[in-house]
């Protein structure tokens, strides 16, 4: 594949790469003690039997229809059905309460659901009237007609006339509704047509293709993707579901993050998009494996990250420096990323910001990383490091395709065919953000002279002290997650004296090895910046609610629930 096709929709992208690679392995999950995989010619097939079912049993064109799943087949299978008959899909996290998925339902409008597992769709039946409930298990609801999806996916017949209807929806359609995973009020429904996710999808392939051309040419049908990001989130959605389908590369659904090294090793996967919750995690484990190494070991892990990183960031290296590398790369580099199962090409951060020296740590390992930027509205990436040219520190340049400029006080605006149609049913809120065809992002960046742009903050996120000044949260949170001892960090303070954080310690750490930590990140930062006070408090987890399904922390909770640990701690 030399040049990104241009398709109208993406039904018809999904149906026409069927016709191209009919027996080529598209999908594969983890069933009945084995890896389990189906052909492009058969998603066609069954996608096409559930469209044509959908519509018998009432599903509509504009129809909303909640999608609750882990990420399996059957996902992108019910997704490109209802694509293909203009239904409009509302993907959902399967962490979402009953309260969560009534808010979606409500707002939605939604009255027919496809759902994965029993429990799961008993909780969407409880939450809101529904007039179909689709499972992929044996499950009852009392009063709510209900089918199985194996019975709605079992039609023999070829894909041609639903694949023939797909290719007439034009581009501007509403493709879905994605919402946004409410780290501070309730969530909003985001509409995203096919354009803005085919502009993503043609922006990240003119971006990737410097690295399959680095490979000397093999090209992304050779790609085996590791999925395990949820495929409601918009990131995922795009980037591991729609693109790397439409460049051939055999996508493999993890068992969830907590079978996720296992996965990797099992399934030793080409490309994977990460967040920086999980990099962080890997790091602070390798970092601990090697502290508990011989004197020896831990020196020569030393000078691998030493040499890497001067190597990484295109320094000279010294003739000893040389003829060491060769031997660090067999005893210490390698052996790093045969925990990524020693195939990784390439993985992309995204989701929320990477603390530049986790990105460096990798980068001086041999993993080429590459850390972009989005946000739902805009489809949702809009700018990546490419693989060629990684500056770490920054988020890449914008994808072509993607306009961008930085406004007076400092926020990111957007332009171009990837930002949202607005928000569903909030004109007013869709006109705060959208002014003049510019998307407001309500992050703080700046532009390099290169082009590459960095992220400094979140507009409503910054916190103003009792003596005026502003002070980035982000940054700092950032310089305490980069210390080994601390494994999850939350910076407080607006309308102080000065700041707080609440820390959860790493595995293995104590709170003197937190206070330390807390320490030498004050000596790095400005006085009117340094933590006074800072209480060690338990994780954060999606669980206990201040944790999103992808892994960001929901602040104002946290605040909320450990806010009063800070009387009488002092950093």
Same mark, same amino acid.
């Given at each position: ?6 398709w /109208? ?5 999904m149906?026409?790469?069927?016709r191209?690679? !009919?027996q080529?392995?598209?999908?594969r999950?983890?069933?009945?003690g084995a890896w ?8 066609a ?8 079912r959908?519509r018998?049993?009432?599903v509509?064109?504009?129809?909303r ?6 990420n ?6 019910a *997704?490109?059905?209802l ?14 309460t ?6 979606v ?7 027919v ?32 007609? $209900?089918?199985?999806?194996?019975v709605?996916?079992?039609?023999? +017949?070829? !894909? ?7 290719a007439?929806i ?5 493709a879905?509704?994605?919402?946004t995973s409410?780290t501070?009020?309730? /969530?909003?429904g985001v509409?995203? !047509?096919?354009?803005?996710?085919l502009?993503n999808?043609a922006g990240a392939?003119?971006?990737?293709q410097r690295l399959w ?5 093999t ?12 495929? &409601?989130? &918009? ?5 591991? %579901?729609?693109?790397m389908? &439409? ?7 993890s ?5 996720l ?8 996967? @080409? ?7 999980v ?7 390798i970092?601990a %494996?090697v +502290?508990?190494e /011989? $004197? ?9 990250l030493d040499?890497?990183? #001067?190597r ?5 290296? &010294?003739?000893?420096d040389?003829?060491?590398?060769p031997?660090?790369e067999?005893?210490?580099?390698h052996?790093v990323?045969? #925990?990524? $199962?020693?195939r990784l090409r ?25 850390q972009?930027?989005?946000? @739902? ?10 693989p ?8 890449g340049? /914008?994808?072509?395709?993607v306009?961008l400029?930085?406004?007076?006080? $400092? =926020?990111i605006?957007?332009?171009?065919d990837?930002v ?9 809120e869709?006109?705060?953000v ?17 082009g590459?742009?960095r992220?400094?903050?979140?507009k409503?996120?910054m916190?103003?002290l009792?003596?005026g000044?502003?002070?980035s ?9 980069a *210390? ?8 407080t ?8 954080a609440?820390?959860? +310690?790493?595995?293995?750490?104590d =709170? @003197?090895a937190?206070?330390?930590a807390?320490s030498?990140v004050n ?6 910046? #340094?933590? #006074?006070r800072?209480?060690?408090?338990p994780a954060?987890t ?9 892994q ?12 009063a ?7």
């Amino acid at each position: 594949m030399d040049a990104y096709p241009t398709w /109208p929709n993406l039904a018809a992208m999904m149906f026409e790469c069927a016709r191209a690679w !009919p027996q080529r392995p598209m999908l594969r999950a983890f069933r009945q003690g084995a890896w389990q995989g189906i052909t492009w010619a058969e998603f066609a097939r069954q996608t096409a039997s559930v469209a044509r079912r959908l519509r018998a049993a009432g599903v509509a064109a504009g129809d909303r229809v909640l999608i609750v799943s882990e990420n399996r087949p059957e996902y992108p299978i019910a *997704e490109t059905a209802l694509l293909a008959i203009r239904a409009v899909p509302v993907p959902a996290y399967t962490t979402n309460t009953v309260d969560d998925h009534a808010h979606v339902l409500r707002d939605s409008g939604a009255r027919v659901a496809i759902v994965s597992t029993a429990a799961l769709a008993a909780k969407v039946a409880q939450a809101g009237p529904l007039r179909l409930l689709v499972t992929m298990e044996d499950f009852a609801a009392p009063g709510v007609p $209900g089918i199985r999806f194996a019975v709605l996916a079992g039609e023999d +017949a070829p !894909p041609d006339d639903i694949a023939a209807e797909a290719a007439l929806i034009p581009p501007g359609a509403l493709a879905c509704l994605i919402y946004t995973s409410g780290t501070g009020g309730a /969530p909003k429904g985001v509409m995203l !047509p096919h354009r803005a996710i085919l502009s993503n999808c043609a922006g990240a392939f003119r971006l990737l293709q410097r690295l399959w051309r680095e490979d000397g040419g093999t090209g992304p049908r050779h790609e085996t993707y590791l999925s395990y990001l949820p495929l &409601s989130h &918009s990131f995922e959605h795009t980037a591991g %579901q729609f693109f790397m389908l &439409s460049v051939g590369a055999e996508v493999v659904y993890s068992r969830g993050v907590e079978h996720l090294a296992a996965d990797i090793l099992a399934v030793r996967p @080409t490309i994977m998009t990460m967040v920086p919750r999980v990099l962080e995690v890997i790091r602070g484990r390798i970092l601990a %494996q090697v +502290a508990r190494e /011989p $004197g020896w070991k831990r020196a020569l892990f030393a000078r691998a990250l030493d040499i890497g990183t #001067r190597r990484a960031a295109g320094g000279r290296l &010294s003739l000893l420096d040389r003829v060491l590398d060769p031997l660090l790369e067999r005893l210490v580099r390698h052996k790093v990323r045969a #925990r990524f $199962g020693g195939r990784l090409r390439a993985a992309i951060s995204g989701g929320a910001r990477l603390e530049p020296e986790v990105g460096r740590f990798y980068l001086a390992l041999g993993i080429k990383l590459l850390q972009g930027y989005g946000q @739902t509205e805009a489809g949702p990436v809009i700018a990546a490091n490419p693989p060629d040219a990684i500056r770490i520190e920054t988020v890449g340049p /914008p994808l072509e395709g993607v306009a961008l400029r930085i406004a007076e006080d $400092g =926020e990111i605006l957007v332009q171009g065919d990837l930002v949202m149609d607005g928000y569903w049913g909030r004109p007013e809120e869709t006109a705060a953000v959208i002014r003049d065809g510019w998307l407001h992002t309500g992050d703080i960046g700046v532009l390099d002279p290169d082009g590459y742009l960095r992220i400094t903050d979140r507009k409503k996120d910054m916190i103003v002290l009792s003596g005026g000044e502003n002070i980035s949260p982000a940054r700092i949170e950032g310089m305490l997650l980069a *210390e080994p001892a601390i494994a999850q960090a939350v910076v407080t303070g607006e309308g102080q004296a000065g700041l707080s954080a609440l820390v959860v +310690a790493a595995e293995g750490c104590d =709170e @003197t090895a937190v206070a330390a930590a807390v320490s030498a990140v004050n000596m790095r930062l400005a006085v009117t910046e #340094r933590i #006074r006070r800072h209480a060690v408090v338990p994780a954060f987890t999606i669980d206990n609610g201040l944790l999103t399904a992808t892994q960001k922390v929901r602040r104002h909770l946290v605040v909320r629930a450990h806010g009063a640990r800070l009387d009488g701690h002092a950093a």
